[in-house]
């Protein structure tokens, strides 16, 4: 059972601003990667009525103790009032794959 690292979900509300948060989270090395899903349709009920809007999903590998800091990166360049930023423990995985996380996120 692996206990070290984490998926983040993210949604954004357009290319560009997903792509800044990705690029920052790899240049800070809080992500080793950053996979951006383009127009993701997404139905949410937000102060008091149901919307619906197209966005961009960040599926954002990396390691459990640096989640604090990734939040408040991603948090500090988000447009959104209430950004989703969830994380999701992952419960196994290529070693390998795992390895490289740890070699690519640096640990403060």
């Known amino acids: ?47 008091g009525r149901r919307e619906s809007a ?16 990734l939040e408040s990166a991603i948090a500090g360049m988000h447009p959104y009032e209430v950004p989703e930023i969830i994380a999701l423990p992952l419960a196994a995985g290529l070693a390998a794959y795992l390895g490289w996380i740890d070699a690519q996120v640096s640990v403060s």
């Not at 800070?28 to 996979?35: E, Q, T």
């Not at 197209?54 to 800091?69: A, G, H, N, V």
């Open 1 to 47: 059972m692996n206990k070290s690292h984490c998926l983040v979900l993210c949604t954004c509300p357009e290319d560009g601003t997903a792509e800044r948060i990705a690029e920052a989270l790899v240049d800070g090395r809080l992500a080793a990667c950053v996979n951006i899903v383009k127009d993701l349709t997404s139905v949410y009920r937000w102060q």
């Open 54 to 69: 197209t966005e961009c999903l960040l599926l954002i590998k990396t390691r459990r103790e640096r989640y604090p800091e």
